[in-house]
């Protein structure tokens, strides 16, 4: 019974390190046939304003 447990849990766990091994790829995105580069948190209100210069 320990032992179906065990190889249960090894098969959980390989299936779960390859499903996210197949989700972890690159991300590309594109308008209009050009590159776009997609940044977490950014705000539309941040295009507003020049950067400021350091």
Same mark, same amino acid.
């Given at each position: 019974m320990i032992n179906n447990n065990k190889r249960s849990l090894n098969k959980t766990a390989l299936? @779960? +390190? @390859? &499903? /996210?091994g @197949?989700? +972890?790829? %690159? &991300? *590309? +995105? *594109? @308008? &209009? /046939?050009? %590159?776009?580069?997609l940044v977490h948190g950014f705000m539309m209100e941040n295009l507003s304003e020049a950067p400021a210069n350091l």
């Open positions: 299936s @779960l +390190a @390859l &499903a /996210g @197949l989700m +972890a790829t %690159n &991300a *590309q +995105a *594109q @308008l &209009a /046939g050009h %590159n776009v580069i």
